[in-house]
């Protein structure tokens, strides 16, 4: 895989009076009701390791109180943790002055909030451009590359307009291109469209998917909802209680549930729209029939292989590496679960 | 039994022998320090002079003018325009303009004074749980205790005169502008912060950028609450020397001239209404975003 943008290492984070007395019990496998019943503390993070590759998309996923939107703050630092370490580009973070963390939060990383966190006092220019404005840039310099990314997230015609004006898409829109001004190539977005409605989100979905195939930048995305973290996640995590309990592809997660907590998620998943023929083919068989890209989602591979002699395609990779033979029955059994 | 039916007091001799203690103790610092506190104080005297002089010299036209225009900016509304004017004229017709004069010149120096040392105590306070735990029983004092208290050490320092009254008039109007300006940056929604602090802002650039043009609202209650109590304390102010409104309604008190007193009373109330209405549009116009712009 591609270099380490984000390393999480042995992450926990306990709220409460007294968090470095009580870490070691948690260490020794002290469970969050348990150490809330013992000792009065929560849990917040409990031994979260991540390693997140560069311009990929990265989701992290759980219920409300899986510890997500905490984990999403310790990266640059709006938490401390109580142990365990945080590396962007391979420098700690909890080791740095304030100085220091202030620059990697001016020009490493940026964030988009899931109650947006616009500034209520100033226009969307002037929004967009606060992260420019923050590092000292020139007036125009500001302007200008404000109004690049005010067009790009099609709020042209709104620069004066102050953020209470605006619906809440817009104004997520607004967050968007704010935190994308400043170059940054880490986005943090936590529970970002969360607060949308359901055809605002998956546009807005399609907007931060369309934007990543040109920026490719770092995305750590925090989500509750399982259709947009296997929409999005190259790679999805997934919190409960404060731990991780799976780390892998959307497939992955799909086919291979690590427990019944996730089974229970991802069963209602139509998994036609998730699982791309990749994930089947059957390596090992030579095939000199017709041959189906490997990325195709399953759903849009039954016309194919229906009507394919013997209901069975070749699959092949863009770059013309041949995978193995997927048939009919495997992709409908896939679909069934 | 008789214990139980009187509370058992110092003597009486103890007791005076502590007041007196108290008291010469502070002659005694009056004495040393007073010639010096006046000359700390001496620039605010000055230019509280130059004010007064300035506004008794202007030709009234000119006044009128400047109070029209003034209301004019800050309202933006021609009725407290013209209502503001009205009452000045109406103040001139009855002659109280050269009260009324030294009385704004005394009000508008210690609302400024007020501004000047109440936002950065609030601001102070609005940082730290514990300066915030110091002042506000000081600020409580300051706003309970009766106002001749307080005149007593400040005349044993500074005499009879503007600047003692001055301070009279601050130690009371001072509390409303750093309790808003604290609460108003309390009060600041977290989820904003969170945001400017992602972005790497210094807590310089957070202050003056984020929390104090959000608790603006508050900051503005604050210096139109100030205002109001400044000119409250106009009458007692007057007695310790303050030129104004408030001799004439002293004079009054002395010997029962109901109609003295209420002509310069109505006059204190029109100055209060005029600088409320203009001070609180002001801030309602600062806030524009909150009611969708412009």
């Known amino acids: 895989m591609s270099e380490l943008k984000v390393q999480i290492k042995n992450l926990y984070k306990i709220f409460g009076k007294n968090p470095k007395k009580v870490l070691p019990q948690v260490k020794s496998g002290l469970g969050k009701p348990e150490l809330l019943d ?12 991540l390693d997140i590759p560069a311009k990929q998309i990265q989701v992290v996923m759980g219920l409300s109180g899986s510890g997500k939107s905490t984990l999403i703050r310790h990266i640059n630092r709006l938490i401390e943790p109580t142990d365990g370490q945080i590396l ?12 220091q963390l202030r620059d990697v939060r001016r020009k490493k990383t940026s964030m988009v909030f899931q109650k947006f966190g616009l500034l209520p006092h100033r226009k969307v220019m002037e929004n967009v451009g606060y992260g420019l404005e923050v590092q000292g840039f020139k007036e125009e310099e500001i302007k200008q590359k404000a109004q690049h990314w005010i067009d ?7 620069e004066d307009h102050y953020p209470g004006q605006l619906s809440g898409g817009m104004q997520q829109r607004v967050g968007l291109a704010r935190a994308l001004a400043t170059d940054a190539e880490i986005l943090l977005m936590d529970e970002a469209f969360s607060a949308l409605d359901p055809l605002i989100r998956y546009d807005m979905q399609s907007i931060l998917l369309e934007l990543q195939d040109e920026l490719h930048k770092t995305i750590i995305f925090i989500t509750h909802d399982l259709d947009e973290a296997l929409r999005l996640g190259d790679k999805i995590a997934i919190l409960r209680d404060g731990a991780m309990i799976q780390e892998g592809t959307a497939p992955e997660i799909v086919l291979t549930p690590a427990d019944d907590y996730i089974a229970d998620f991802t069963k209602d998943i139509n998994r036609g729209k998730v699982i791309r023929l990749r994930a089947l083919a059957e390596a090992g068989t030579p095939y000199d029939g017709a041959n189906i890209p490997a990325g195709t989602l399953l759903n849009d591979a039954l016309d194919p292989l229906a009507q394919a002699p013997n209901q069975t395609l070749g699959v092949t990779e863009e770059d013309g590496q041949y ?13 069934a679960g | 039994m008789e214990f139980l039916y009187e509370f058992p007091s110092l003597g009486r001799k103890t007791l005076s022998g502590m007041k ?22 001496d620039p605010l005297l000055r230019f509280l002079i130059w004010f007064e002089k300035l506004l008794e010299a202007t030709p ?14 800050g309202s933006r509304s021609w009725k407290i325009t013209a209502g503001s004017v009205l009452a000045f004229i109406a103040i001139g017709v009855l002659d109280m303009w050269e009260d009324t004069m030294a009385t704004l010149a005394i009000i508008s120096v210690a609302t400024l004074l007020c501004i000047a040392i109440g936002i950065p105590l609030g601001i102070l306070m609005s940082r730290s749980d514990r300066a915030q735990g110091i002042i506000t029983p000081i600020l409580d004092v300051m706003q309970t205790i009766p106002s001749f208290v307080y005149l007593i050490p400040v005349v044993m320092l500074l005499g009879i005169g503007k600047v003692p009254g001055l301070l009279a008039v601050c130690i009371y109007a001072i509390p409303p502008i750093v309790r808003l300006t604290n609460l108003g940056i309390r009060l600041v929604d977290k989820d904003v912060l969170e945001a400017a602090d992602a972005f790497g802002t210094s807590p310089w650039q957070k202050l003056w950028g984020v929390q104090v043009p959000l608790a603006l609202p508050n900051i503005f209650a604050g210096i139109n609450q100030t205002i109001m109590m400044a000119l409250s304390m106009v ?3 007057s007695m310790i020397g303050v030129k104004g409104l408030g001799v004439p309604v002293l004079r009054a008190i002395s010997n029962q001239y109901l109609a003295l007193g209420l002509m310069n009373g109505l006059a204190i109330v029109a100055l209060a209404i005029i600088f409320d209405r203009v001070s609180q549009t002001y801030g309602k116009r600062l806030q524009a975003y909150r009611n969708g712009g412009k």
């Open chain 1, 38 to 49: 013992q000792t009065g503390h929560v849990l917040g993070i409990n031994n979260v390791s």
């Open chain 1, 88 to 99: 962007i580009d391979g420098d700690d973070v909890l080791t740095m002055s304030d100085k």
């Open chain 1, 152 to 158: 790009r997230v099609g709020l042209t015609g709104y």
């Open chain 1, 323 to 335: 995978l193995g033979t997927v048939s009919l029955t495997k992709v409908i059994g896939a679909l």
């Open chain 2, 20 to 41: 007196q203690a108290v008291d010469e103790t502070f002659k005694g610092f009056s004495r040393a320090y007073g010639e010096q506190l006046e000359n700390f104080f």
């Open chain 2, 60 to 73: 009234w036209p000119v006044i009128l003018l400047v109070v029209g225009g003034l209301a004019w900016l």
């Open chain 2, 235 to 237: 009458v007692i102010a």
